[in-house]
């Protein structure tokens, strides 16, 4: 009848098992006390350290010549901003800067002056050009500042 239990419970397996580990640990300790038993020769380490004297060089004199640039012409684009007609600006809440009138043509309207700007412009920069900057943040901010926001 064959041998139904496991194999790990079985006797011949745990007596071979002991039997090699026996064998190993055996032929391991002898092998290490043979290396350890006879000292091999090691290198012998010499350090040499030479030093050697050099003259020192003569101070020498450098002379250094700084070129001038000369400057370059600025070239400035300005823009013309030829006067309109009558201004016809209506102030979008209603009333104007002119004291409460909803039409600007008697008097000044709320852009700030009396001529109209271009379409899409968004504020006017203190150098005298527009601005068409979506927000109030950064419009005119490499022209002096804004003069004047259109609404």
């Known amino acids: ?11 011949r397996v745990w007596a071979g098992g002991f039997t090699l580990f ?7 300790s002898t092998g290490s006390s043979q290396a350890s038993s ?14 050697t ?3 020192a060089p003569a101070p020498t004199v450098t002379v250094a010549v700084t070129k001038t640039a ?3 012409p600025t070239v400035t684009v300005t823009k013309t901003v030829k006067p309109a007609a009558p201004a016809t600006h209506r102030s979008s809440s209603g009333s104007s800067g002119s004291g409460g009138s909803n039409s600007s043509a008697g ?3 709320s852009s700030g002056g009396g001529t109209s700007h271009p379409a899409g412009a ?3 920069c203190n150098d005298g050009t527009y601005s068409y ?15 004047v926001f259109f609404s």
């Open 1 to 11: 009848m064959p041998d139904i239990r496991p194999l790990h419970k079985r006797k």
């Open 22 to 28: 026996v064998i190993g640990a055996t032929i391991a």
């Open 38 to 51: 006879s000292p091999t020769p090691r290198p012998k380490v010499t350090v040499t350290a030479t030093a």
């Open 53 to 55: 004297q050099t003259a």
């Open 70 to 72: 000369k400057p370059h």
């Open 107 to 109: 008097g000044s309207s």
């Open 122 to 124: 968004t504020a006017l």
């Open 133 to 147: 900057a979506a927000h109030h943040q950064g419009a005119c901010s490499h022209h002096g500042g804004v003069a």
